[in-house]
Protein backbone atom coordinates (compact mmCIF):
# COMPACT_ATOMS: atom_id res chain seq x y z
CA UNK A 1 0.00 0.00 0.00
CA UNK A 2 1.40 3.24 -1.00
CA UNK A 3 1.25 6.75 0.27
CA UNK A 4 -1.49 7.73 -2.27
CA UNK A 5 -3.79 4.34 -1.21
CA UNK A 6 -3.39 5.64 2.25
CA UNK A 7 -4.52 9.24 1.46
CA UNK A 8 -7.40 8.09 -0.13
CA UNK A 9 -8.09 5.64 2.62
CA UNK A 10 -7.87 8.88 4.85
CA UNK A 11 -10.10 10.52 2.40
CA UNK A 12 -12.79 8.24 2.63
CA UNK A 13 -12.81 7.44 6.16
CA UNK A 14 -13.26 11.16 7.06
CA UNK A 15 -16.20 11.59 4.39
CA UNK A 16 -18.18 8.98 5.98
CA UNK A 17 -18.31 10.29 9.62
CA UNK A 18 -16.69 7.01 11.42
CA UNK A 19 -14.16 7.98 14.26
CA UNK A 20 -12.40 4.60 14.04
CA UNK A 21 -11.12 2.25 11.45
CA UNK A 22 -8.35 -0.07 11.92
CA UNK A 23 -7.03 -2.14 8.75
CA UNK A 24 -4.34 -4.87 9.37
CA UNK A 25 -2.94 -7.11 6.93
CA UNK A 26 -0.18 -9.69 6.68
CA UNK A 27 2.36 -7.07 5.69
CA UNK A 28 0.99 -3.88 7.30
CA UNK A 29 -1.09 -2.32 10.37
CA UNK A 30 -3.19 0.85 9.65
CA UNK A 31 -5.41 2.75 12.26
CA UNK A 32 -7.50 5.70 11.62
CA UNK A 33 -9.08 7.90 13.96
CA UNK A 34 -10.71 10.99 13.08
CA UNK A 35 -12.41 14.02 15.36
CA UNK A 36 -16.08 14.93 15.36
CA UNK A 37 -15.14 18.38 14.54
CA UNK A 38 -14.54 18.39 11.22
CA UNK A 39 -13.45 14.41 10.35
CA UNK A 40 -9.92 15.20 9.91
CA UNK A 41 -7.81 11.89 10.37
CA UNK A 42 -6.04 13.11 14.13
CA UNK A 43 -3.64 9.88 13.76
CA UNK A 44 -2.18 7.63 11.03
CA UNK A 45 0.05 4.70 12.12
CA UNK A 46 1.70 2.60 9.39
CA UNK A 47 3.70 -0.50 10.92
CA UNK A 48 5.44 -3.12 8.93
CA UNK A 49 5.89 -6.84 10.35
CA UNK A 50 9.25 -7.67 11.34
CA UNK A 51 10.58 -9.76 8.11
CA UNK A 52 14.27 -10.25 8.00
CA UNK A 53 14.17 -9.53 4.01
CA UNK A 54 13.06 -6.41 4.68
CA UNK A 55 14.60 -4.83 7.67
CA UNK A 56 12.75 -1.63 9.15
CA UNK A 57 13.64 0.39 12.39
CA UNK A 58 11.29 -1.88 15.15
CA UNK A 59 8.79 0.76 16.17
CA UNK A 60 5.93 2.21 14.32
CA UNK A 61 6.36 5.33 12.89
CA UNK A 62 3.54 8.16 12.26
CA UNK A 63 2.88 8.65 8.31
CA UNK A 64 1.26 12.27 8.14
CA UNK A 65 -0.67 12.83 5.57
CA UNK A 66 -0.06 15.10 2.83
CA UNK A 67 -2.75 17.79 2.59
CA UNK A 68 -4.67 16.83 -0.92
CA UNK A 69 -6.53 19.76 -2.90
CA UNK A 70 -10.52 19.47 -2.82
CA UNK A 71 -12.17 18.47 -5.55
CA UNK A 72 -12.67 21.27 -7.97
CA UNK A 73 -16.50 22.93 -8.62
CA UNK A 74 -18.41 21.75 -11.15
CA UNK A 75 -19.65 25.27 -11.32
CA UNK A 76 -19.06 26.57 -14.85
CA UNK A 77 -18.97 30.34 -16.15
CA UNK A 78 -20.62 32.14 -18.89
CA UNK A 79 -17.47 32.16 -20.74
CA UNK A 80 -16.71 28.17 -19.99
CA UNK A 81 -20.14 27.15 -20.97
CA UNK A 82 -19.97 26.88 -24.45
CA UNK A 83 -17.20 24.32 -24.26
CA UNK A 84 -17.56 20.42 -22.86
CA UNK A 85 -16.29 18.88 -20.05
CA UNK A 86 -14.63 15.68 -20.19
CA UNK A 87 -14.89 13.91 -17.22
CA UNK A 88 -13.24 10.86 -14.92
CA UNK A 89 -15.48 7.58 -15.62
CA UNK A 90 -13.92 5.97 -12.75
CA UNK A 91 -11.74 6.63 -8.96
CA UNK A 92 -7.74 6.56 -9.79
CA UNK A 93 -4.63 7.87 -10.08
CA UNK A 94 -4.78 9.88 -13.12
CA UNK A 95 -1.70 10.35 -15.68
CA UNK A 96 -1.01 12.17 -18.40
CA UNK A 97 1.49 10.89 -20.08
CA UNK A 98 1.94 7.02 -21.13
CA UNK A 99 5.29 6.50 -19.31
CA UNK A 100 7.25 9.03 -17.21
CA UNK A 101 9.84 9.27 -20.51
CA UNK A 102 7.27 9.69 -22.74
CA UNK A 103 5.31 13.33 -23.77
CA UNK A 104 1.85 14.40 -22.34
CA UNK A 105 -1.18 12.51 -24.42
CA UNK A 106 -2.70 16.07 -25.07
CA UNK A 107 -2.04 19.81 -23.91
CA UNK A 108 -3.79 23.38 -24.12
CA UNK A 109 -4.69 23.87 -28.11
CA UNK A 110 -4.01 20.15 -29.30
CA UNK A 111 -6.89 19.44 -31.66
CA UNK A 112 -8.08 15.65 -30.93
CA UNK A 113 -10.89 13.40 -32.47
CA UNK A 114 -13.28 11.16 -31.52
CA UNK A 115 -11.35 7.84 -29.98
CA UNK A 116 -8.06 9.32 -29.11
CA UNK A 117 -6.24 8.61 -26.06
CA UNK A 118 -6.40 11.62 -23.15
CA UNK A 119 -4.99 10.33 -20.16
CA UNK A 120 -4.59 7.24 -18.48
CA UNK A 121 -6.42 6.51 -14.74
CA UNK A 122 -4.68 3.90 -12.82
CA UNK A 123 -7.20 1.62 -10.43
CA UNK A 124 -6.22 -1.29 -8.34
CA UNK A 125 -3.32 -1.26 -10.60
CA UNK A 126 -4.80 -1.55 -14.27
CA UNK A 127 -4.34 1.11 -16.29
CA UNK A 128 -7.46 2.22 -17.86
CA UNK A 129 -6.93 4.55 -21.26
CA UNK A 130 -9.67 7.23 -21.24
CA UNK A 131 -10.64 7.98 -24.56
CA UNK A 132 -12.37 11.21 -26.29
CA UNK A 133 -15.80 10.99 -26.95
CA UNK A 134 -16.14 14.10 -28.58
CA UNK A 135 -13.30 15.99 -31.37
CA UNK A 136 -12.61 19.69 -30.56
CA UNK A 137 -9.49 21.67 -29.34
CA UNK A 138 -8.41 21.16 -25.76
CA UNK A 139 -9.13 24.68 -24.30
CA UNK A 140 -8.16 23.57 -20.49
CA UNK A 141 -6.60 20.66 -18.06
CA UNK A 142 -8.58 20.83 -15.15
CA UNK A 143 -6.16 18.07 -13.48
CA UNK A 144 -2.54 17.86 -12.72
CA UNK A 145 -0.16 14.58 -13.63
CA UNK A 146 -0.17 11.57 -10.97
CA UNK A 147 -2.81 13.26 -9.29
CA UNK A 148 -5.69 10.74 -7.49
CA UNK A 149 -9.19 11.71 -9.27
CA UNK A 150 -12.62 11.02 -8.40
CA UNK A 151 -15.76 9.68 -10.51
CA UNK A 152 -17.34 12.27 -12.27
CA UNK A 153 -14.49 14.93 -12.05
CA UNK A 154 -13.73 17.43 -14.79
CA UNK A 155 -10.75 16.34 -16.50
CA UNK A 156 -10.39 18.64 -19.52
CA UNK A 157 -12.21 21.10 -21.39
CA UNK A 158 -12.87 21.16 -24.66
CA UNK A 159 -14.13 23.53 -27.48
CA UNK A 160 -16.25 21.45 -30.04
CA UNK A 161 -16.25 24.00 -32.44
Do not use: H, W
Amino acid sequence: MDIREIQNLIKFVAKSGATEVKLETDDFKITIKTTNEASAPEYTYLQAPMNPAFPTAGTPQPVMPTPVAPVADAAVSDVDSKYVTIKSPIIGTLYRKPSPDKPVFVEVGTTIAKGDVLCVIEAMKLFNEIESEISGKIVKVLVDDSSPVEFDQPLFLVDPS
